[in-house]
Nanobody, 122 residues
Framework: DVQLQASGGGTVQAGGSLRLSCAASGFTKDDYAIVWFRQAPGKGREGVSCISITDRSTHHNYFAKGRFTISSDHVNNMVHLQMNSLEAEDTAVYYC???????????????WGKGTQVTVSS
C-alpha cells in the first residue's frame, strides 16, 4: 500500500526559504518518480519539480528553475523540495505525487499525498 505524506509548509516573507518533505512508503522497486505539484486559489494544478527515482534525473518548471532544488534521501525514503527566494506568486497548496516517470501532467500520477500550505507574504 503506497502512501505519501507531505510536510514543511508554512508562512514566510518574500525572499525567504522553505523546505518541503515527502515521505514515501510502500514502493517495492525504484522505478517511479516523485513530482511536486501546486495549486493556487482559482488556478489549476501545475507541476513544480520532479525527481526520477529510476534514473535520478531532476526536472523543474520554468518558474522554479534557479530557485528550487529537489533531492531524494533513500535512507529515510524521503524527497525534499528546497525552495529559496520565494515570491508571493509561490503561494499555493503543494502536493507530492508519484507516477511512472517525471511529467507535469497531474493525470499521470498514481498516488497523491495531502497538500501542505505555503504562504509567502509580500
Amino acid at each position: 500500500d503506497v502512501q505519501l505524506q507531505a510536510s514543511g509548509g508554512g508562512t514566510v516573507q518574500a525572499g525567504g526559504s522553505l523546505r518541503l518533505s515527502c515521505a514515501a512508503s510502500g514502493f517495492t522497486k525504484d522505478d517511479y518518480a516523485i513530482v511536486w505539484f501546486r495549486q493556487a486559489p482559482g488556478k489549476g494544478r501545475e507541476g513544480v519539480s520532479c525527481i526520477s527515482i529510476t534514473d535520478r534525473s531532476t526536472h523543474h518548471n520554468y518558474f522554479a528553475k534557479g530557485r528550487f532544488t529537489i533531492s531524494s534521501d533513500h535512507v529515510n525514503n524521503m524527497v525534499h523540495l528546497q525552495m529559496n527566494s520565494l515570491e508571493a506568486e509561490d503561494t499555493a497548496v503543494y502536493y507530492c505525487a508519484a507516477g511512472p516517470f517525471c511529467t507535469g501532467y497531474s493525470g499521470a500520477m498514481n498516488y497523491w499525498g495531502k497538500g501542505t500550505q505555503v504562504t509567502v507574504s509580500s
